[in-house]
């Protein structure tokens, strides 16, 4: 089956929606707490809480992230494409985002996590046109204005800041004027949001500072998160040893581009021990560039059984996991 999404098909489209339905049409039963999201920091969760949470249905937020997810999986696609991250075009990133993210349950039904994730999407697409192009500096300050505002936004979104100015080097040669032009857009959104705060006497300028939240990775000790996490490993172990033999014949923009992505989920590991309380919110974040990266697995020329084999392993491991946490044992 895995065919269908490696190969150009009239089918893979269909597969796709056919498959999404069945590993998420379960979470729409979710109940979120009734003091609505937990508070990483960050504007989004509270304007969340106050105008969705609790005027709109459960089953409808449940719909809502189920499609962002969705449409998501979908950009990532189009971005991994574009920047032609594999041989052939082809679903797998689509695929392995949605996969990835049923096999850590909790990352379907994380709102603010997943109205962000685009803009980490969008910050990747935008750096990685600065190695080619005559108009960086258009470029350089929407990475910027992306980053920042997905900071203001979600605050677990912050290593998303270091990782642009970490790719703006690998991308181009040091240039003062560059480095300074992504800080103005990195600031820019706070200028804008502090001036209307204070035009509108709402002046809380603390309240835009990171909290760091603990320093423990705040994961479930149960069977069925140890299922999770040793299938993610070895998965990732899997599209790390794949990606490895593939980058030999890569040319060097689409290696930078590779490095860039790469760069972009180390950084955001860290966010994970920040801010512990939302590790599904981080894993969501996490999707992208681990999504793209698990591709590699299923993206290289040998047609192997051991592919197949796997791909219905993780399946069946999707559906364990996802019972437990069903059940509430994860």
């Known amino acids: 089956m895995i065919g269908v999404f490696r190969e150009r098909s009239a089918l893979q489209v269909p597969a796709l929606l056919v498959l ?3 590993l998420k049409m379960g979470y729409t039963a979710y109940q979120l707490p009734t003091t609505g999201y937990p508070q990483p920091g960050g504007l989004l969760v509270q304007w969340i809480n106050q105008h969705l949470v609790g005027h709109y249905s459960q089953p409808f937020l449940n ?3 189920l499609l962002l997810l969705l449409g998501s999986a979908f950009y990532a696609n189009v971005v991994a494409n574009n920047r ?3 041989q052939h075009r082809s679903l797998l990133v689509a695929l392995c985002v949605l996969l990835f993210s049923s096999l850590f349950p909790g990352t379907n039904v994380q709102l603010p996590a997943l109205l962000v ?5 969008a910050c990747f697409a935008v750096l990685t046109r600065l190695y080619q192009t005559d108009k960086a500096r258009s470029h350089i300050v929407n990475a910027g204005i992306l980053a920042g505002l997905a900071y203001l936004l979600y605050h677990p979104a912050l290593l998303l800041i270091p990782a642009c100015f970490v790719g703006l080097a690998h991308m181009r040669p040091f240039r003062l004027a560059e480095w300074l032009l992504l800080l103005v857009g990195l600031l820019t959104p706070a200028y804008f949001v502090l001036a209307i705060e204070f035009l509108t006497n709402h002046w809380q300028p603390a309240r835009h500072l990171p909290q760091w939240q603990g320093t423990a990775l705040a994961a479930p000790d149960t069977l069925y998160w140890w299922v999770a996490a040793g299938m993610g490993v070895l998965w990732l172990l899997l599209g790390f040893a794949s990606w490895n033999q593939q980058t030999r014949r890569m040319v060097i923009q689409i290696r930078k581009n590779w490095y860039a992505l790469l760069f972009i989920g180390l950084l955001l590991v860290p966010a994970m021990l920040l801010w512990p309380g939302h590790l599904y ?5 996490l999707s992208f560039p681990v999504g793209c990266l698990l591709a590699s697995t299923f993206a ?7 592919q197949l084999v796997f791909f219905w392993l993780l399946i069946i491991a999707t559906a364990v996991v996802g019972w437990g946490w069903k059940s509430g044992a994860m």
């Open 63 to 65: 719909v809502l992230c």
């Open 84 to 86: 032609r991250l594999f």
């Open 20 to 22: 999404a339905l069945l």
């Open 117 to 121: 994730l685009p803009l980490l999407i």
């Open 281 to 285: 919110g981080v894993l969501a974040l």
């Open 300 to 306: 290289g020329e040998g047609k192997g059984i051991g």
